[in-house]
């Protein structure tokens, strides 16, 4: 599951070739989709952009192809660049439809990374800027250490504690 | 926990030739500043995303003496010697879906050249840069609804390289 940032589709071909699914967040397609909408107002927006989500509760794929033609047919006229961004590389956004037996909300978008990524931010707010990369890079250990022991029903305070003896053992 | 103004800490010696004794005083050593969980204290807080200056009030509130911040970013900053250990941990229980995303931070970066801040101590120069940290979420999908970061990586921007290097360890 991804965004659709270049350097990282190219970095799973090389590493994986074509022994990976690779799919694309739907969040962040949809997203894209609403930046490129131009001189329509807000509600105007909200219905295609309901329109647009509609095309993902399709049933299987091309059920979805066949709601992105409708979606294009009605909005291209005033929306080339919004229907062009849909359209563009529109097969890695379902491949969900490929997998059986997987929950599809965990496949279509990066909600649970950008709900963990919304924790890390949180800190790093309240830094600013940090003083060094090397501090930067400490913080995030710390908070990832902090919500893996969150999924895994440990308190902070337990998990904390084990690095603070990890540091003891480093210097004594 | 608190402030002792007097502490005497027993010098031992042999009986037999009268030299000193060394002794390993595991709760308090002479002339220690701060009690052993100090680190866990700074840790614990820094992941509840509290500032060095509300830890240093905190600390200076038991040890009854101002602390310095650099002294806690210090001790908390030694944790980077685990982390390439940390990097290379094996995943021994492999996710049926992995999440990939960036998030951006501002780091300073020390620049060549020295200036004298405000209190005219010599300083060297930095500069603001963005960094990103590449992150990868492991999701099981067996019905335990486990997740965990698996893996992450600083880089300068969210290029093929960067990525390629946190791939590579997954």
Redesign the interface.
């Known amino acids: 599951?991804?965004?659709g940032?270049?350097?990282?589709e190219?970095?799973?071909d090389?590493?994986?070739g074509s022994a990976l699914l690779q799919q694309r967040c739907i969040f962040h397609k949809l997203r894209n989709v609403s930046g490129k909408c131009v001189s329509l107002d807000r509600k105007e927006k909200k219905l295609m952009m309901e329109q647009a989500a509609v095309v993902y509760q399709a049933t299987s794929a091309p059920e979805a192809q066949a709601r992105l033609a409708a979606f294009a047919e009605h909005w291209r006229p005033t929306q080339p660049q919004a229907v062009a961004t849909f359209e563009h590389e529109f097969e890695q956004t379902i491949r969900y439809f490929s997998l059986d037996?997987?929950?599809r909300e965990?496949?279509r978008s990066?909600s649970?990374?950008?709900r963990?990524?919304r924790e890390?931010?949180?800190?790093?707010r309240?830094?600013?800027?940090?003083?060094?990369?090397?501090?930067?890079?400490?913080?995030?250990?710390?908070?990832?250490?902090?919500?893996?022991a969150q999924?895994?029903r440990t308190s902070?305070?337990e998990a904390?504690?084990f690095?603070?003896l990890?540091?003891?053992n480093?210097?004594p | 926990m608190g402030h002792l103004d007097v502490l005497w800490v027993p010098m031992l010696e042999c009986q037999q030739c009268e030299h000193d004794v060394v002794a390993q005083f595991a709760i308090l050593e002479k002339y220690q500043r701060f009690w052993l969980d100090a680190p866990h204290r700074a840790i614990f807080g820094s992941g509840l995303a509290r500032s060095l200056r509300q830890l240093s009030q905190e600390w200076a509130a038991t040890v009854g003496a101002s602390v310095g911040l650099r002294t806690i970013n210090e001790r908390i900053n030694q944790l980077e010697a685990r982390l390439s250990q940390v990097h290379r941990e094996p995943i021994t229980d492999v996710p049926a879906v992995v999440q990939f995303d960036g998030i951006w931070l501002s780091t300073q970066t020390q620049q060549d050249g020295i200036h004298e801040d405000n209190r005219k101590r010599k300083r060297h120069r930095k500069r603001g840069k963005r960094m990103v940290v590449l992150v990868t979420l492991g999701l099981w999908t067996d019905g335990s609804g486990k997740r965990h970061i698996l893996d992450w990586e600083v880089a300068e921007k969210e290029e093929q390289a960067a990525w390629e290097r946190l791939v590579q360890r997954l």
């Not at chain 1, 600013?128 to 250490?145: D, H, K, L, N, W």
């Open positions: 599951m991804r965004d940032t270049e350097g990282l190219q970095a799973l090389y590493v994986y037996g997987i929950a965990v496949l990066t649970r990374l950008v963990s990524n890390l931010r949180r800190k790093f309240q830094v600013g800027c940090f003083s060094s990369p090397r501090g930067a890079e400490v913080a995030v250990y710390i908070q990832v250490t902090r919500l893996n999924w895994a902070w305070w904390s504690h690095l603070a990890d540091l003891l480093i210097n």
